[in-house]
């Protein structure tokens, strides 16, 4: 497993959307999960949305019924949906995916949520 790359982020107007995408170089029903994570400037790193290798989903509590998170197996693919966009969810956004080989984090992508 490498370094995951995480694509799709830009520039967006309030209540807008985006598709963000997270490429994986392995078997992502073999890995432990893959999740979607955000750090907005001076604060923590947070949970937004993972996914385990059997498929359940998670997501967390600030993001519940405006993001979606689903997965392609064929290709490797792992996307978040985001929907009713918020200044609040101005953010870089983290692909990570857990495996027994360790935990790989991507570069991120730029979210920025503004009119």
């Known amino acids: 497993q490498a370094q995951p790359v995480e694509s799709g982020g830009g520039l967006v107007q309030p209540g807008g959307s985006l598709r963000l995408s997270c490429a994986t170089s392995?078997?992502?029903?073999?890995?432990?999960?893959v999740g979607w994570y955000r750090q907005a400037p001076g604060k923590q790193r947070e949970s937004v949305a993972t996914?385990?290798?059997?498929?359940?989903?998670n997501y967390g509590d600030s993001v519940k019924g405006r993001f979606t998170l689903s997965r392609n197996i064929a290709n490797n693919m792992v996307y978040l949906q985001i929907n009713n966009l918020d200044p609040a969810d101005t953010a870089v956004y983290y692909c990570?995916?857990?495996?027994?080989?360790?935990?790989?984090w991507g570069q991120g992508t730029q979210v920025t949520v503004s009119s």
């Open positions: 990570n995916v857990l495996s027994v080989r360790g935990s790989f």
């Open positions: 392995g078997s992502i029903d073999s890995v432990y999960s």
């Open positions: 996914i385990t290798s059997g498929g359940r989903i």
